[in-house]
């Protein structure tokens, strides 16, 4: 496995716009996909975006596309999500995720940290 450790969350208004950041450690960063999850108040976990071992290939979920980038640097094993344009709707936890599995990282990954809050106001 690996450990991952998120940071960056924060109180922001509608439009602004937010960094995150999450740092992997205990295997070969090089060997996982990454993503990110996000958990609102009352509602389940659901994919945000993910980018592949290599960082060249990606991928968003519809409502974030535009305005979220993830992209990341395998030297210093950190994996980031640019969240702009920010809008109440994206109040959650924001949870790093990684597998060595593309597919399965989509739907059930193996390694999760511990989340960051981020929350936007009207």
């Known amino acids: 496995q690996v450990q991952l450790a998120e940071s960056g969350g924060g109180l922001v208004q509608t439009g602004d716009s937010l960094g995150l950041s999450c740092v992997g450690s205990?295997?070969?960063?090089?060997?996982?996909?990454v993503g990110w999850f996000r958990q609102a108040p009352g509602k389940e976990r659901t994919f945000v975006a993910a980018?592949?071992?290599?960082?060249?290939?990606?991928d968003y979920v519809d409502s974030v596309q535009g305005r979220f980038t993830i992209f990341r640097n395998n030297a210093k094993k950190t994996v980031y999500l640019q969240m702009n344009n920010l809008e109440p709707e994206d109040t959650a936890v924001y949870f790093c995720?990684?597998?060595?599995?593309?597919?399965?990282?989509?739907?059930?990954?193996?390694?999760w940290g511990q989340g960051t809050l981020v929350t936007v106001s009207s």
């Open positions: 995720v990684a597998d060595m599995n593309w597919g399965r990282m989509r739907a059930n990954p193996e390694s």
């Open positions: 205990g295997q070969t960063f090089t060997d996982y996909n």
């Open positions: 980018i592949d071992w290599s960082g060249h290939g990606s």
